[in-house]
C-alpha cells in the first residue's frame, strides 16, 4: 500500500463546476503540499499545510491531521485547470525528511 | 527573481555520451534537490543539497553525478546512461535548508537515451 493515496486517479468535469481531490497518508507528517503539473512538465507548488484551511483565489486546500486526509478544492473550474494534481506529504524515513508523493490526479476540465 | 531555471530543456543522448544537466535558482535557497520523473509516474527524489553538501542520495546509480559549485548553482552529470533512464529531470529548491517549507520546482530537462 502506497504512504500517500490520491482518489480519483481521472477527473473529467464541465466548466464551472466545482471539483474536489483528496489525498490520505498513513505515516506522520510534518507538512502536506498540493502540486499542479501540466502537460510539458513543470510543477507548480499551490499549498503547504501543516494545519486548517488555505485559500489562493479558486483554490482551497483542507487538512485533517487527526484523519490524516486533505481536500483540494477548485471551485468555478476553468479549462486552463487542466492538469495533474499531485498530494506529496513531508515525513522523516530512516532519520532523513522526505517528500512521499502520491500518484496524481489528472483533471480535465471541458468547455 | 523568483523561479528555476533548467537547461536544456530536452536533450537526446547515447549510451556512450558524457552529458550534463544544469540548475539554477537566484532566490538565496540553500537546499536544491533533483527528481526523476517517469511518464505517468510521481517525481522520485534522487539527491538533496544542503547548504552545497550532498545530504540525501536515494541510491542513485554512479552513472548519475550532482555537483553543488555553489549556492544558486546545480548540476548533474551523466555517464553510461541506460534508455531505462529516459525520464523528466527536475530541479527544486527550498529556502532554509532540506527541513522547510515549499519547494519550488523548474521546468524539468526531457532525456531520452538511445
Redesign the interface.
Given at each position: 500500500k502506497n504512504e500517500v493515496e490520491q482518489s480519483p486517479q481521472n477527473l473529467t468535469a464541465q466548466e464551472g463546476e466545482f471539483i474536489t481531490i483528496n489525498c490520505s497518508y498513513s505515516v506522520g507528517i510534518s507538512a502536506l503540499h498540493w502540486l499542479q503539473q501540466h502537460p510539458g512538465g513543470g510543477i507548480v507548488s499551490l499549498f503547504m499545510l501543516s494545519s486548517g484551511k488555505k485559500k489562493h483565489g479558486r483554490l482551497i486546500a483542507t487538512i485533517n491531521i487527526q484523519e490524516k486526509h486533505s481536500s483540494l478544492h477548485i471551485t468555478a473550474s476553468h479549462p486552463r485547470d487542466s492538469a495533474v494534481y499531485i498530494c506529496a506529504v513531508r515525513t522523516t524515513q530512516g532519520g532523513s525528511e522526505k517528500l512521499v508523493f502520491g500518484k496524481g490526479t489528472k483533471l480535465t476540465v471541458n468547455p | 527573481d523568483t523561479e528555476v531555471t533548467q537547461t536544456p530543456k530536452h536533450l537526446v543522448m547515447g549510451m556512450t555520451n558524457k552529458k550534463s544537466l544544469k540548475c539554477e535558482q537566484h532566490m538565496g535557497h540553500r537546499a536544491m534537490y533533483w527528481y526523476k520523473?517517469k511518464a505517468k509516474?510521481?517525481?522520485?527524489?534522487m539527491f538533496?543539497y544542503s547548504y552545497e553538501k550532498l545530504?540525501?542520495n536515494e541510491s542513485v546509480p554512479s552513472r548519475f553525478s550532482p555537483e553543488c559549485p555553489n549556492s544558486s548553482l546545480l548540476n548533474l552529470h551523466l555517464h553510461a546512461l541506460q534508455p531505462e533512464d529516459s525520464a523528466?529531470y527536475?530541479c527544486?529548491s527550498s529556502p532554509r535548508g532540506?527541513?522547510t517549507?515549499?519547494?519550488?520546482?523548474?521546468?524539468?530537462t526531457?532525456l531520452t537515451v538511445l
Open positions: - | 520523473q509516474k510521481p517525481p522520485e527524489l538533496v545530504s540525501i523528466l527536475l527544486a532540506a527541513h517549507d515549499t519547494q519550488y520546482f523548474g521546468p524539468g526531457r
